[in-house]
């Protein structure tokens, strides 16, 4: 990911699936992706307040 502060502009790589990108009052937030499991968004007030992760193991 690649931010340039000036022009409040973030690049991103658009062929990595493993990773989840929020924008929260100004900032992106990089967030891994687990291999196997589920990433919840919780929101408050209409904005991002948290990502709940849970991991699972294939067997």
Request: proline share 2%; net charge negative.
């Amino acid at each position: 990911m690649h931010l340039d502060i000036e022009k409040m502009t973030a690049e991103i790589d658009l062929m990595n699936n493993q990773k989840l990108y929020v924008v929260k009052d100004g900032k992106v937030i990089e967030h891994d992706l687990p291999a196997y499991g589920e990433t919840v968004i919780i929101t408050l007030g209409g904005k991002v307040d948290r990502l709940e992760t849970t991991v699972r193991t294939k067997v």
